[in-house]
């Protein structure tokens, strides 16, 4: 009988240690889900500033502004206006739409403010539910980060064609 009870009571203990060394890896994955600055400093992709002439252009483009700066919150980190409620984001990028300056209100700047707008809109739906991943999260991070290059390197191409002169033969 004693020998019954010591079989016992050892499964017993080594099925509580099981749990115990469970709850910890659950705890690191947990921990291991939050995105940090180093994780989005990572990120590989080409990123594009303004051109002098263009920061001349967009220098009183409010909205413009406003996207740099919470672009530059996300690159530190900072999730929160993605996080936020979705009209935030929305409002942003149509008053964005609406108030382009007259050098660059052109079809292929246009659909970059779009792609733009896709994907934070993307962005914050992955970032505002749980039970995505942190790889997911950081994809599309890269993404809305990829899409301003774009948007920047389209700016440059604009300003810089329209800076060139070019003469059609006679």
Known sequence: MRLFYSIIMIAIVFSCQNKTETAKTIEK????????????????YT?????????????????????????GYLKQGDLNFFKNQQEE??????SLKVNIPEPINVKPIVSRITVLETKSLKLHTNLTLNNIE???KLASIKEVLVAHANLILQINKKIEYDANVYERPN
């Open 29 to 44: 994955e947990t921990t291991s889900n939050e995105i940090s600055a180093k994780d989005i400093s990572e990120l590989k």
């Open 47 to 71: 990123d594009y500033v303004l051109d002098a002439e263009a920061k001349n252009i967009l220098m009183d483009w409010q909205r413009f502004q406003e996207l740099n700066l919470q672009l």
């Open 89 to 94: 984001v929305k409002t942003l990028f149509d």
């Open 134 to 136: 942190k790889t997911t």
